[in-house]
């Protein structure tokens, strides 16, 4: 199976900062990379996919980039709403989809 | 507009097993695979498993091969996960997930249910 490993685990940032999370797969997926943000209590929410495709309705603030085995998900400004915990997923490998351990966004 | 409509929350014991259903409304439901993930308190999304809705193929991560058993009822548009032999590891939200694609052919998953917490205690 394809590894995601997403590097911090964890991020403390002000309201306002630009902030960047990162994910590495063990084996070259191309673009097929997808991230999500999940707030407590609710289901994980799509906002990038093929690397860098902005899912319609989602702030232009957040940005993703990189193909191969290296991506990153970019928030320009954060904003209150922002705080969570985000998530990559491959979608390379659509028999075995994997997801990284995810990077929580905290208040600094 | 796309929902997907989970069961409610269960309490099981050791060894048993649960059945969590996943009703789909909105759109032809045997037209797009539905996806299981799982997510342990204060833990990370771990994807299950897959289904087509259209023939019943179905795969499963390694980790719960022989454990877990995806089905669908298609007269009603309600995919259901069952999961067997359960042990307290296994106390978890559930959540499944219907995957779409755009024109290029990439695969994302935007439609999820609510979640379904299953607890396994004694």
């Known amino acids: 199976d394809i590894q995601m490993t997403q590097s911090p685990s964890s991020l403390s940032a002000s309201v306002g900062d630009r902030v960047t999370i990162t994910c590495r797969a063990s084996?070259?997926?191309?673009?097929?990379l997808n991230w999500y943000q999940q707030k407590p209590g609710k289901a994980p929410k799509l906002l990038i996919y093929?690397?860098?495709s902005l899912q319609s309705g989602v702030p232009s603030r957040f940005s993703g980039s990189g193909s191969g085995t290296d991506f990153t998900l970019t928030i320009s400004s954060l904003q209150p709403e922002d705080f969570a915990t985000y998530y990559c997923?491959?979608?390379?490998?659509?028999?075995?989809?994997?997801f990284g351990q995810g990077t929580k966004l905290e208040i600094k | 507009q796309v929902q997907l409509v989970q069961s409610g929350a269960e309490v099981k014991k050791p060894g048993a097993s649960v059945k969590v259903s996943c009703k789909a409304s909105g759109y032809t439901f045997t037209s797009y695979d539905i996806n299981w993930v799982r997510q342990a308190t204060g833990q990370g999304l771990e994807w299950m498993g897959w289904m087509n809705p259209n023939s019943g193929n179905t795969g499963y991560a390694q980790k719960f091969q022989g454990r877990v058993t995806m089905t669908r009822n298609t007269s009603i548009s309600t995919a259901y996960m069952e999961l067997s032999s359960l042990r307290s590891e296994d106390t978890a939200v559930y959540y499944c997930?219907?995957?779409?694609?755009?024109?290029?052919?990439?695969?994302?998953?935007?439609?999820w249910g609510q979640g379904t917490l299953v607890t396994v205690s004694s």
């Open positions: 997923q491959q979608s390379y490998s659509t028999l075995r989809w994997t």
């Open positions: 997930a219907r995957v779409s694609w755009d024109s290029y052919g990439f695969l994302t998953f935007p439609y």
């Open positions: 084996q070259s997926i191309s673009s097929y």
């Open positions: 093929a690397a860098s």
